[in-house]
Nanobody
Framework: QVRLVESGGDLVQAGGSLRLSCLAS????????VGWYRQAPGKQRELVAN???????NYAASVIGRVTISGDFAKNLVSLQMNSLKPEDTAVYYC??????????WGQGTQVTVSS
């Protein structure tokens, strides 16, 4: 079992920045990658970015150049630095962990609201 706890969500003005953090506990050695997803009202949950133990990263096209994911798997901490935020970034952001046997774990989510 892996537990993921997010923090850092907030209300911010357009153009502002936020840093989200995801702290993992439990059987963290089983994690292959950790990522951030978001879900806006009435929309499907979508991948924002993820990072593998090898530190390979992937980003959604809509956030490239504005978002940076970083991870310290020794400390079980993955962060998402978001700059130049837009109102369309408003969503609940979820931390996701995928294990080597393809099991998915989710955090409880943290709200990000970007006002125009």
């Amino acid at each position: 079992q892996v537990r993921l706890v997010e923090s850092g969500g907030d209300l911010v003005q357009a153009g502002g920045s936020l840093r989200l953090s995801c702290l993992a506990s439990g059987s963290t050695f089983s994690l292959k990658n950790v990522g951030w997803y978001r879900q806006a009202p009435g929309k499907q949950r979508e991948l924002v970015a993820n990072i593998y133990r090898s530190l390979v990263t992937n980003y959604a096209a809509s956030v490239i150049g504005r978002v940076t994911i970083s991870g310290d798997f020794a400390k079980n901490l993955v962060s998402l630095q978001m700059n130049s935020l837009k109102p369309e970034d408003t969503a609940v952001y979820y931390c996701n962990g995928e294990t080597y046997d393809s099991h998915q774990y989710w955090g409880q989510g943290t709200q990000v609201t970007v006002s125009s």
